[in-house]
């Protein structure tokens, strides 16, 4: 039952970050959950133009020492329009607990510039595991753990 619990609440988690607060501008920057774009907007995304706007990923763990031994063996590449992120792995944030679904979440981050109207960008995820890790749900690695890597097509209006 935990199991399901915890699926399920990522689930959420991940539908409702797909896209964060759409208001007219200025207002709050729009977030982009690279996972729920993939999965809940098959790869495709758009964005206002006059907004900032931050690609996130997220993983989450049973535990908080799952969740240590996961930023141990992972390393993530991101690219946009295949122009490597630099420095990401120093873009993890802080991990917190989430009480209702009882699982550890930290949410990887980066901001985009600005789009100009009508452009395009593709944003890909990669995650590599040095080990085996088990995140209290399945195992992971060593090696890719998406085949082929996450994407996102974010376009801006």
Not at 56 to 61: E, I, V
Not at 106 to 125: K, M, N, Q, Y
Request: with cysteine; glycine share 8%; proline share 4%.
């Amino acid at each position: 039952m935990r199991t399901l619990t915890l699926r399920i609440a990522l689930g959420a988690v991940f539908a409702l970050g797909v896209v964060g607060p759409v208001q007219a501008a200025p207002g709050p920057p729009q977030q982009v959950d690279l996972y729920g774009c993939q999965m809940f907007a098959e790869g495709a995304l758009t964005v206002d133009h006059t907004k900032d706007v931050f690609v996130k990923f997220g993983w989450a763990t049973n535990t908080w020492r799952q969740l240590r031994q996961f930023l141990n063996v992972a390393t993530i590449v991101v690219r946009v329009d295949g122009v490597r992120v630099r420095h990401a792995a120093a873009r993890w944030g802080l991990p917190s607990y989430e009480d209702e679904g009882q699982y550890w979440l930290t949410w990887w981050s980066t901001r985009l510039s600005r789009f100009a109207v009508g452009e395009t960008r593709t944003v890909t995820v990669q995650l590599y595991f040095a080990k085996r890790h088990f995140d209290g749900i399945d195992y992971f690695g060593p090696g890719k753990f998406y085949k082929p890597r996450l994407f996102c097509a974010i376009t801006a209006d």
